[in-house]
Nanobody, 126 residues
Framework: QVQLVESGGGLVQAGGSLRLSCAASERTFSNYAMGWFRQAPGKEREFVAAISRSGGSTYYADSVKGRFTISRDNAKNTMYLQMNSLKPEDTAVYYC???????????????????WGQGTQATVSS
């Protein structure tokens, strides 16, 4: 088990940027593949980006590809989501998650994650 805490959300104008952070509470952070998900008002939670345990592999939803960058610093037990060229459609609560599997790949399915942060709100105005 790992405790996760997101931060870095806020209000930004369309075209602007935000960087989200996800801090993990244990030194075995590097054992977990990680992901970012988001939930917009009135919508179901959806996959955003995933990263392997080492950080060597990443995968993005088509809606954010080319605009968002997922990364991790295992020495700091922290994962990041750099969000550029933000659109109003990106407005959501963003959640970080740690995968249940001990595999070395990247994972896009929500059911493969069993540890979740509390979420951080990102709001993009027109």
């Amino acid at each position: 088990q790992v405790q996760l805490v997101e931060s870095g959300g806020g209000l930004v104008q369309a075209g602007g940027s935000l960087r989200l952070s996800c801090a993990a509470s244990e030194r075995t952070f590097s054992n977990y593949a990680m992901g970012w998900f988001r939930q917009a008002p009135g919508k179901e939670r959806e996959f955003v980006a995933a990263i392997s345990r080492s950080g060597g592999s990443t995968y993005y939803a088509d809606s954010v590809k080319g605009r968002f960058t997922i990364s991790r610093d295992n020495a700091k037990n922290t994962m990041y989501l750099q969000m550029n060229s933000l659109k109003p459609e990106d407005t959501a609560v963003y959640y970080c998650a740690a995968a249940a599997t001990g595999g070395s790949g990247v994972y896009t399915r929500e059911y493969l994650y069993n540890n979740w942060g509390q979420g951080t709100q990102a709001t993009v105005s027109s």
